[in-house]
């Protein structure tokens, strides 16, 4: 196995980069090439500054076996290996490699990253790896087959709701209050006869309805800190590149024919991701957030999307909705 250090993303062809992606452990949006190397333009929206890219893919009689996409910065104190896409705006991150090949592809990895890499580095620093990654054990299992240390720890939340049922069906599955108060909502949103949900068209032109979307995430004040200008940068060419490839799920609740709130989500491997979403307050009276939240997992009902996953965050919503948690994990490594 050869493993070889590139100086750009350009260097990894895209169709090769997203065909491994889509046979690996790490098949979320956030591995996919358009996603990482936006990311990289804007080093994931100015959370870092000057990091140095050590991107590193493995290769067996000129096929690609593995990623490993990481970069160099100072970080806690001491200079460390991140995976690019941490630690904010990436729900989830991992290496991109077959699970059957990972026992092949880690070794060879930390091989070259101790004794290959020029830059010195003391700490190995992963976030956002699922709980179930197969990455988790073997990275354990190598550390303790060098002397190196490890510590892993649950970094945040990641509530989801099953579904591969009717929409009726899964109102009966949460509390019964709940169950009642959606219903509830939705009953006096559609007797209104001001509401109106809908779902963007993968083929529309995006820029205006971009716009909309983060004229209303800015109405929430802790959004509007979020969201200066190089995140903003950051989010829309994750959205175009979404657009692009044709996951992106963009839906509005329009009322009096004004966009009320909006729920921007990754329509990827059969599930809804939620990623964000925006609301509106001069219209509370109809709870626009709630009502499109129902509309959005009634979409994902109607249309055979198994899970609905409301990625990192533990707010109390998610799971009034009935969101079970799984969690992300960071797994730190020492020399």
């Not at 990894?12 to 790490?26: F, G, H, M, R």
């Not at 990895?109 to 990455?135: G, V």
């Not at 060098?146 to 509530?159: A, D, K, L, M, V």
Request: charged residues 30%; hydrophobic residues 40%.
């Amino acid at each position: 196995m050869e493993i070889k250090r590139h100086n750009d993303f350009s260097e990894i062809d895209p169709a090769a980069w997203n065909t491994l992606v889509e046979q690996s452990i790490a098949d979320t949006p956030f591995s996919r090439y358009e996603y990482l190397s936006e990311w990289w333009k804007t080093r994931g929206g100015g959370e870092w500054k000057n990091p140095c890219l050590a991107l590193l893919s493995a290769w067996e009689n000129d096929q690609l076996l593995g990623i490993a996409p990481l970069f160099i910065h100072e970080y806690e104190g001491q200079q460390t290996l991140l995976l690019i896409g941490s630690i904010e705006i990436s729900d989830y991150l991992d290496l991109i490699v077959r699970e059957a090949d990972l026992p092949r592809f880690l070794p060879a990895l930390l091989d070259f990253l101790a004794s290959s890499l020029p830059e010195t580095w003391s700490a190995l620093d992963w976030y956002n790896l699922p709980d179930a990654s197969p990455t988790l054990p073997a990275l354990r299992a190598e550390a303790e087959r060098r002397g190196w240390n490890y510590h892993e720890e649950i970094y945040r939340p990641t509530p989801r709701i099953p579904l591969n049922c009717s929409f009726e069906e899964y109102l009966t599955r949460i509390d019964k209050k709940q169950r009642h108060e959606i219903r509830r909502k939705m009953r006096r949103a559609a007797e209104s006869g001001r509401v109106r949900f809908y779902v963007v068209d993968k083929n529309a032109d995006i820029e205006p309805e971009l716009e909309a979307f983060f004229h209303l995430m800015v109405q929430e004040p802790n959004k509007a800190l979020f969201l200066r200008d190089v995140m903003r940068d950051q989010m829309s060419r994750s959205i175009r590149a979404a657009h692009e490839y044709g996951y992106l799920w963009l839906g509005f609740l329009e009322v009096d024919g004004v966009k009320a709130a909006a729920s921007l989500n990754f329509d990827y491997n059969n599930k809804l991701w939620g990623y964000n979403s925006g609301l509106s307050r001069d219209f509370m009276e109809l709870s626009p957030g709630w009502v499109l939240l129902a509309h959005t997992i009634e979409w994902c009902c109607e249309n055979g999307r198994y899970e609905f996953d409301f990625m990192r965050g533990d707010e109390e919503y998610k799971y009034r909705f009935g969101g079970v948690n799984r969690y992300v994990m960071r797994a730190r490594i020492t020399k």
